[in-house]
């Protein structure tokens, strides 16, 4: 069974930036398309960017498009996303997981909050 644990998530203001991460256990990792997802309170978990296996491969929802970036780093079995010009409604908690199918047990997300 594969293992998530996300990091990285703090309260920060407008315009800051933050570096998530999420280790991931397991030896399909690699092959494995991820996302990073997010959920707001009162609102549901959502997709927010994407990554191949490889690595070579990106999208991103129209949200935070420009400024967040999705990479990843197969040897540590590490998903990463650069959070750069945050905004209020950027604030969630974030997860990691399969995509498109996030069949894996969630982990405990990180908490991302933008406020002044």
């Known amino acids: 069974q594969v293992q998530l644990v996300e990091s990285g998530g703090d309260l920060v203001q407008p315009g800051g930036t933050l570096r998530l991460s999420c280790a991931a256990s397991g030896s399909f990792f690699r092959i494995d398309t991820m996302g990073w997802y997010r959920q707001a309170p009162g609102k549901q978990r959502e997709l927010v960017a994407v990554?191949?296996?490889?690595?070579?491969?990106?999208s991103y929802v129209d949200s935070v498009k420009g400024r967040f970036t999705i990479s990843r780093d197969n040897r540590k079995q590490v998903v990463y996303l650069q959070m750069n010009s945050l905004k209020p409604e950027d604030t969630a908690v974030y997860y990691c997981?399969?995509?498109?199918?996030?069949?894996?047990?969630w982990g405990q997300g990180t908490q991302v909050t933008v406020s002044s």
């Open positions: 990554i191949s296996g490889g690595g070579a491969t990106t």
């Open positions: 997981n399969r995509y498109p199918t996030p069949e894996w047990v």
